[in-house]
């Protein structure tokens, strides 16, 4: 069987964006299907394409993945009119591979929502089964958080959503609440399945030589947080926390803030200014190496802004990758994460908008590495025996061609 697979933000190991696309691929091939994979170019990932684009798009095989990549720079730095036309261009460039590839099933993934639209092409225009997947409810997410306010730009995305939901024959939600939002529009539940982000287990067995940034002594905790610096991810909760380390003469915490986005400049310069020196900004770095810097961590940070939207709507890839790389986690929000942090033993759960609990937690950390050790072993076991990838690639694999027999 053959998937034509849509993800816009599609990144091999090598680069330092998720890799749930590239896994989900790798275990179509190891079932037996064939996969073309549609994406762009992203600043943080890694196609493995590297030859030179012909009339706007390049194409070749990657790791047995015939890869399709469309010239379309998109990087986490833009702005919101620059983020929707890279959208928009993908998602008319690709409703024409969508009519012209020969497929059993289209799948596709977001973000972003316009993902959804070469599905809905080649569902009603070829008849070809169509599976949405989704990693996020919109528009609720920008709505709650304020990013769009536009009645008419929320109707169209809503609209879309409709759309999307309704032409596909089968879905998949990453979360609780996105299996929920979902049927809230009217789909029923027989239609979706919730597959959440996994944990590679093989990868992080074998990590890379553990290290840490310049700067963090062997005896300091090392806390880290991995991934983009957004709006959604509320940073500033980091350095408020870091404050309070820095009032209480707490010298032996160190965290370190790795990634890219919108809103790094904007924290490094607070940072400085606030003299946060227990505070360090890292540059993304690759997969493969990102193993190594977590298995010379002691902590992983999960953190978000306090909207309750997310509290049940996200599966962030960092918390399964933490778990996998045996990190005990703090969270600084309430919500299925938290309640998988305090039944499992793996790490604090602590409310939001609340440095004092924050840095209560890193200053436990610190006191009682016995327990955090402890608390990783957790977060290990709960990777395997709940969320391993190779698992849950295997339910999806089943679900995904499913539709098409």
Not at 361 to 369: D, S, V, Y
Request: hydrophobic share 45%.
């Amino acid at each position: 069987m053959h998937v034509l697979y849509f993800h816009q933000h599609f990144s091999t190991p090598q680069g330092s964006a998720g890799t749930r696309s590239y896994e989900m691929a790798q275990a179509l091939i190891r079932a037996g299907h064939s996969v073309t994979m549609v994406c762009g170019s992203y600043a943080q990932g890694n196609t493995g394409l590297s030859m030179p684009f012909k009339k706007g798009r390049r194409r070749g095989a990657v790791d047995g993945i015939d890869v399709i990549e469309f010239a379309l720079n998109y990087g986490n730095h833009m702005g919101f009119v620059q983020r929707l036309g890279v959208f928009l261009k993908f998602a008319v460039g690709s409703i024409g591979v969508a009519l012209r590839e020969p497929a059993d099933v289209v799948f596709a993934t977001t973000t972003p929502l316009t993902a959804g639209i070469p599905g809905i092409f080649a569902r009603w225009l070829t008849q070809k089964p169509f599976v949405f997947e989704v990693r996020d409810l919109w528009p609720e997410l920008p709505k709650a958080m304020g990013v769009i306010t536009n009645p008419v730009m929320l109707w169209l995305m809503s609209l879309l959503e409709w759309a999307s939901y309704r032409s596909a024959d089968r879905l998949v939600g990453l979360s609780p609440g996105i299996v929920e939002g979902i049927a809230a529009r009217g789909v029923d539940k027989s239609r979706i399945a919730m597959v959440p982000n996994g944990c590679d287990m093989d990868l992080f067995s074998t990590p890379e030589a553990a290290w840490r940034p310049d700067g963090v002594q062997d005896d300091q905790l090392l806390a880290i947080f991995t991934g983009t610096h957004g709006n959604a991810n509320g940073l500033e909760s980091v350095l408020n926390a870091a404050a309070v380390l820095k009032d209480r003469g707490r010298d032996d915490v160190r965290i370190a803030l790795v990634g890219q986005g919108r809103e790094k400049p904007k924290l490094v310069a607070d940072a400085k200014e606030r003299g946060l020196d227990n505070v360090l900004f890292v540059d993304p770095v690759p997969k493969t190496k990102l193993t190594g810097l977590m298995a010379g961590a002691d902590l992983g940070l999960q953190v978000l802004r306090n909207v309750p939207a997310f509290y049940f709507g996200t599966s962030p890839n960092k918390f399964f990758d933490y778990i996998s790389a045996g990190l005990p986690v703090l969270n600084n929000y309430p919500g299925w994460l938290a309640g998988l942090i305090g039944e499992n033993d793996c790490g604090f759960a602590v409310p939001p908008d609340d440095p004092s609990a924050f840095a209560d937690a890193l200053i436990e950390a610190a006191e009682h590495r016995d327990a955090l050790r402890l608390k990783g072993v957790n977060a290990r076991e709960l990777a395997q025996t709940r969320f391993a990838r190779s698992e849950l690639s295997d339910d999806w694999v089943q679900w995904v061609t499913g539709v098409a027999r």
